[in-house]
């Protein structure tokens, strides 16, 4: 089993920068890929960025490219996700997620999740 815990989710302001945090335990020599995922009110669940875990490629939704950043930190098994020119429809719960077989952009593709952030974004 992996664990994933997210954190350093807040209040900003549009144009402003947020960063979270996801730390795994377990297992985590079987994640293949994390993943960052977030949740508005009404929506369904959507993709943001993806990383392997041993590092060389990363994925972006078009919606984030260029303004968020996933980066890791495989000695403390910790995965972020740089957030810069936020805008009032980045407003969602942020998920984070561990796959053990895939690298992908899609929510079926993640084994183990975390129980998200709130991430708030004022106009």
């Known amino acids: 089993q992996v664990q994933v815990v997210e954190s350093g989710g807040g209040l900003a302001q549009a144009g402003g920068s947020l960063t979270l945090s996801c730390a795994a335990s377990?297992?985590?020599?079987?994640?293949?890929?994390m993943g960052w995922f977030r949740q508005a009110p009404g929506m369904e669940r959507e993709f943001v960025a993806a990383?392997?875990?041993?590092?060389?490629?990363?994925v972006y939704a078009a919606s984030v490219k260029g303004r968020f950043t996933i980066s890791r930190d495989n000695a403390k098994n910790t995965v972020y996700l740089q957030m810069n020119s936020l805008k009032p429809e980045d407003t969602a719960v942020y998920y984070c997620?561990?796959?053990?077989?895939?690298?992908?952009?899609?929510?079926?593709?993640?084994?183990?999740w975390g129980q998200g952030t709130q991430v708030t974004v004022s106009s």
């Open positions: 997620a561990a796959s053990r077989l895939y690298y992908g952009t899609r929510a079926y593709e993640y084994d183990y």
């Open positions: 377990g297992r985590t020599f079987s994640i293949y890929a």
């Open positions: 990383n392997r875990w041993s590092g060389g490629s990363t």
